[in-house]
């Protein structure tokens, strides 16, 4: 079963730290673009950040330089570093590997002021 599962979200204040993880089964998942998006209420989904069966990393602007996406080969699992959190960071966290239609549910990350 092709799937992907996240976790790692939750509470924090400003300027802490979270580690969101992306674990795929039934597929390997560095074959693949994957993709973390962001939800908050209210607003659209938003790409946040890629990586690519070639490692090419791309983000966008607003995470520049706060955010590092990685992936582990041996785990089958994409990790989202989120530093500097702020709280418009606020919002569900999905990932997704476009190419076969795969979504996981998505983890909440809740940001304080």
């Known amino acids: 079963q092709v799937q992907l599962v996240e976790s790692g979200g939750g509470l924090v204040q400003s300027g802490g730290s979270l580690r969101l993880s992306c674990a795929a089964s039934g597929f390997k998942l560095s074959n693949y673009r994957m993709t973390w998006y962001r939800q908050a209420p209210g607003k659209e989904r938003e790409y946040v950040a890629r990586?690519?069966?070639?490692?090419?990393?791309n983000y966008i602007d607003s995470v520049k330089g706060r955010f590092t996406i990685s992936r582990n080969d041996d785990q089958n699992t994409v990790y989202l570093q989120m530093d500097s959190l702020k709280p418009e960071d606020s919002a569900m966290y999905l990932c997704?590997?476009?190419?076969?239609?795969?979504w996981g549910r998505g983890t909440q990350v809740s940001v304080s002021s």
């Open positions: 990586i690519t069966s070639r490692d090419i990393t």
């Open positions: 997704s590997v476009g190419v076969l239609g795969v």
